[in-house]
């Protein structure tokens, strides 16, 4: 009888007792943090290629991932791309990001506006702040603008490629 008062008094005590140390929560100590952003806000009509620089440091030097979201107003938002970083753009990433932006047959109309949304995560999950950068389509401006401070630099780097696609434009959707 001692034993059973003694198991069941054990069984409700582990029930019932707070679960103190029992869960880590993660450590938001070292999030990376976007410095420095540019992208051209008036896209020359036609261009096919975009550029988007950012700058970012991570004091613990685990940054791993650009993610890319892009909205475009009637068509929601795109399926969002992540870059994956080179081991030396792990704590200071100085670069930007090419997005080869072919639409097949149909170009964005002239007035088209989207938002390209840049977010950065590191090993333990940790996201940085977002930039977003409203950018509009429209003919009659120059392909060539000035870049600002930071991203002046001739032999700024590219950090990869952005492969966020339009639904509309994979075999998939227009052969459904």
Known sequence: ?????????????????????????????HTPVITHAYAIDRVPYGTTELKI????????????YVFVVVDEPGHGPYPPDRVLLNPQHRSH?????????????????????????????????????EV??????????SAQQDIPAPF???NIPRIGYVGVRDEKDDYYYRHK
């Open 1 to 29: 009888m001692r034993k059973l008062i003694l198991f069941s008094s054990f069984v409700v005590v582990a029930l019932f007792a707070p679960y103190y140390g029992w869960t880590q929560e993660r450590q938001m100590l």
């Open 53 to 64: 620089y950012i700058e970012a440091e991570d004091a613990d030097g685990d940054m791993n």
């Open 93 to 129: 990433l100085k670069g930007f990001l090419q997005w080869n932006r072919v639409r097949p047959g149909a170009p964005l109309a002239e007035g088209t506006q989207i938002r390209v949304r840049v977010s950065i995560a590191d090993k333990a999950r940790n996201v940085s702040n």
């Open 132 to 141: 977003v950068f409203p950018l509009t389509f429209a003919s009659g401006i």
């Open 152 to 154: 002046d630099d001739i």
